[in-house]
């Protein structure tokens, strides 16, 4: 059928381990953005992101073809590496 267009909107939620309060507010939005970059990187699109101290919430688009479990590996691994390589904090993120 020509010009079917479907997306899937789904609400993702990453605590950081054990609920500590780790993710600091000198360095959330470049977490933010660079997670942003993850999920449009996967051609995917980022509708909203925004978190606390303990957590981060992410409103995504998907394409129906996209493999979810794909995409949160994808983003959980990279922005742990990302964290870990900048060293925002000293408790090693995993």
């Given amino acids: 059928m020509s010009g079917t267009f ?3 909107y789904i609400q993702l ?3 950081v381990k054990g ?3 780790l993710i600091s507010n000198l360095w959330e939005e470049e977490l933010y953005k660079y997670i942003t970059g993850i999920v449009r990187n996967k051609e995917q699109k980022m509708l909203a992101i925004n ?3 303990d957590h981060v919430h992410l409103f995504i688009g998907m394409k129906p073809s996209c ?5 949160v590996r994808e983003i959980k691994k990279s922005s742990n590496d ?3 390589e900048k ?3 000293n408790f090693k993120f995993q």
């Fill in 51 to 53: 978190g606390m101290p």
């Fill in 87 to 89: 060293k925002f904090t």
């Fill in 67 to 71: 493999c979810l479990s794909d995409l």
């Fill in 6 to 8: 479907s997306q899937i």
């Fill in 13 to 15: 939620v990453f605590a």
């Fill in 82 to 84: 990302f964290i870990n």
């Fill in 19 to 21: 609920r500590n309060c």
